[in-house]
Protein backbone atom coordinates (compact mmCIF):
# COMPACT_ATOMS: atom_id res chain seq x y z
CA UNK A 1 0.00 0.00 0.00
CA UNK A 2 1.28 3.36 -1.16
CA UNK A 3 1.21 5.96 1.69
CA UNK A 4 2.73 9.56 1.51
CA UNK A 5 3.31 11.80 4.01
CA UNK A 6 4.00 15.35 2.97
CA UNK A 7 4.87 18.21 5.36
CA UNK A 8 6.58 21.95 5.19
CA UNK A 9 3.49 23.70 4.04
CA UNK A 10 2.57 26.90 5.94
CA UNK A 11 1.93 30.68 5.85
CA UNK A 12 4.81 33.24 4.61
CA UNK A 13 4.91 36.78 3.45
CA UNK A 14 5.56 37.53 -0.08
CA UNK A 15 9.22 36.91 -1.38
CA UNK A 16 9.38 34.16 1.40
CA UNK A 17 10.36 30.40 0.81
CA UNK A 18 9.13 27.40 1.84
CA UNK A 19 10.31 24.09 1.10
CA UNK A 20 8.12 20.95 1.01
CA UNK A 21 8.59 17.25 1.21
CA UNK A 22 6.82 13.96 0.29
CA UNK A 23 8.17 10.89 1.77
CA UNK A 24 6.94 7.52 0.69
CA UNK A 25 6.54 4.05 1.88
CA UNK A 26 5.31 1.64 -0.43
CA UNK A 27 6.65 3.09 -3.17
CA UNK A 28 10.04 3.96 -5.15
CA UNK A 29 10.17 6.96 -6.64
CA UNK A 30 13.30 6.59 -8.76
CA UNK A 31 11.02 4.22 -10.84
CA UNK A 32 8.64 6.77 -12.01
CA UNK A 33 7.44 10.27 -13.31
CA UNK A 34 6.47 12.17 -9.95
CA UNK A 35 5.31 15.75 -9.64
CA UNK A 36 3.59 18.02 -7.80
CA UNK A 37 0.09 19.84 -8.38
CA UNK A 38 -1.45 22.34 -6.15
CA UNK A 39 -5.28 23.69 -6.37
CA UNK A 40 -6.91 27.20 -5.59
CA UNK A 41 -9.60 28.00 -4.27
CA UNK A 42 -12.49 27.82 -7.13
CA UNK A 43 -9.78 26.97 -9.81
CA UNK A 44 -8.72 23.44 -10.58
CA UNK A 45 -5.83 21.32 -10.24
CA UNK A 46 -2.49 22.12 -12.06
CA UNK A 47 0.64 21.00 -12.57
CA UNK A 48 3.60 22.68 -11.05
CA UNK A 49 6.80 20.75 -11.20
CA UNK A 50 7.58 17.01 -12.08
CA UNK A 51 10.89 14.88 -12.23
CA UNK A 52 11.89 12.01 -14.44
CA UNK A 53 13.08 9.31 -13.86
CA UNK A 54 16.23 10.20 -15.51
CA UNK A 55 15.82 13.44 -13.20
CA UNK A 56 14.72 15.77 -16.18
CA UNK A 57 12.71 18.49 -14.69
CA UNK A 58 9.52 20.55 -15.81
CA UNK A 59 7.75 23.68 -14.52
CA UNK A 60 5.12 25.53 -14.99
CA UNK A 61 5.58 28.69 -16.81
CA UNK A 62 4.31 30.53 -13.63
CA UNK A 63 6.69 28.78 -11.05
CA UNK A 64 9.90 28.52 -13.33
CA UNK A 65 12.41 30.22 -12.26
CA UNK A 66 11.33 30.17 -8.62
CA UNK A 67 10.44 26.79 -7.82
CA UNK A 68 12.94 23.65 -8.00
CA UNK A 69 11.97 20.03 -7.60
CA UNK A 70 14.31 17.56 -6.61
CA UNK A 71 13.81 13.63 -5.00
CA UNK A 72 16.05 12.16 -2.34
CA UNK A 73 16.43 8.27 -3.84
CA UNK A 74 17.82 7.07 -0.39
CA UNK A 75 15.33 8.87 1.86
CA UNK A 76 12.54 8.13 -0.83
CA UNK A 77 11.91 11.92 -0.55
CA UNK A 78 10.11 13.97 -2.89
CA UNK A 79 10.90 17.70 -2.52
CA UNK A 80 9.67 21.20 -3.90
CA UNK A 81 11.85 24.02 -3.00
CA UNK A 82 9.69 27.58 -3.10
CA UNK A 83 11.39 30.99 -3.56
CA UNK A 84 10.34 34.54 -3.85
CA UNK A 85 6.57 33.33 -3.20
CA UNK A 86 3.68 35.75 -4.52
CA UNK A 87 -0.02 35.67 -3.22
CA UNK A 88 -0.48 33.29 -6.37
CA UNK A 89 1.16 30.84 -5.05
CA UNK A 90 -1.69 30.31 -2.29
CA UNK A 91 -2.84 26.59 -2.59
CA UNK A 92 -3.09 23.30 -1.52
CA UNK A 93 -0.10 21.43 -2.77
CA UNK A 94 -0.07 17.66 -3.38
CA UNK A 95 3.01 15.50 -4.35
CA UNK A 96 2.11 12.71 -6.73
CA UNK A 97 3.77 9.47 -6.98
CA UNK A 98 2.93 8.81 -10.60
CA UNK A 99 2.20 5.02 -12.12
CA UNK A 100 4.39 5.77 -15.51
CA UNK A 101 7.80 5.47 -15.76
CA UNK A 102 8.13 8.44 -17.61
CA UNK A 103 6.79 11.99 -17.67
CA UNK A 104 7.07 11.93 -21.51
CA UNK A 105 8.69 15.72 -21.12
CA UNK A 106 5.79 17.92 -20.31
CA UNK A 107 2.93 16.05 -20.87
CA UNK A 108 2.57 14.41 -17.01
CA UNK A 109 2.55 18.13 -16.00
CA UNK A 110 -0.57 19.25 -17.76
CA UNK A 111 -2.38 16.11 -17.75
CA UNK A 112 -1.47 14.72 -14.37
CA UNK A 113 -4.45 15.73 -12.76
CA UNK A 114 -6.88 14.51 -15.08
CA UNK A 115 -6.79 11.01 -14.56
CA UNK A 116 -5.92 8.32 -12.56
CA UNK A 117 -1.99 8.70 -13.10
CA UNK A 118 -0.52 8.77 -9.35
CA UNK A 119 -1.26 8.35 -5.94
CA UNK A 120 -1.87 11.47 -4.56
CA UNK A 121 -0.60 13.20 -0.94
CA UNK A 122 -2.65 14.52 1.60
CA UNK A 123 -1.98 17.72 0.61
CA UNK A 124 -0.35 21.16 2.62
CA UNK A 125 -1.47 24.34 2.99
CA UNK A 126 0.40 27.53 1.71
CA UNK A 127 -0.17 30.46 1.82
CA UNK A 128 1.33 34.01 1.00
CA UNK A 129 -0.19 37.18 1.84
CA UNK A 130 0.80 40.39 0.24
Known amino acids: QVQLVESGGGSVQAGGSLRLSCTASGYTYSRYCNGWFRQAPGKEREGVAT???????TYADSVKGRFTISQDNVENTLYLQMNSLKPEDTAMYYC????????????????????????WGQGTQVTVSS
Open 51 to 57: IDTDGST
Open 96 to 119: VAGKTPSCGGSWYLRWGAQGDFGY
